[in-house]
């Protein structure tokens, strides 16, 4: 299991920015495929983005696709994830997952994933 700790969240008007940042202090990130979930209120998570561990293969959800850019620095042991374009529909706590299992399509939709951060919130509102 990998320590994960996010931050980087904050609160933008629509159309601004952020950078939201997943650091493993223990190391060893690249052993794992690593993502991205968010919770709105009320909902259930969805998946946002995943990037396989090489940074190789990244994968988002349409309705991200286009403005948020996935990436990550195995060297430093980083995720990041960059966000534009910011909606109101993307408020939210964001979560940084990782897990041995490779990033695909489905990988959203696992029951659970190895490791998880605190999360961080991002509000997104005029």
């Known amino acids: 299991q990998l320590q994960l700790v996010e931050s980087g969240g904050g609160l933008v008007q629509p159309g601004g920015s952020l950078t939201l940042s997943c650091a493993a202090p223990?190391?060893?990130?690249?052993?794992?495929?690593t993502g991205w979930l968010r919770r709105a209120p009320g909902k259930d998570r969805d998946g946002v983005s995943c990037?396989?561990?090489?940074?190789?293969?990244?994968l988002y959800v349409d309705s991200v696709k286009g403005r948020f850019t996935i990436s990550r620095d195995n060297s430093k042991n980083v995720v990041y994830l960059q966000m534009n374009d910011l909606k109101p529909e993307d408020t939210g706590v964001y979560y940084c997952v990782a897990d041995l299992l490779p990033c695909s399509s489905t990988w959203w939709s696992l029951p659970d994933f190895g490791s998880w951060g605190q999360g961080t919130q991002v509000t997104v509102t005029s």
């Open positions: 990037i396989s561990r090489h940074g190789d293969v990244t």
């Open positions: 223990s190391g060893r990130v690249n052993y794992y495929a």
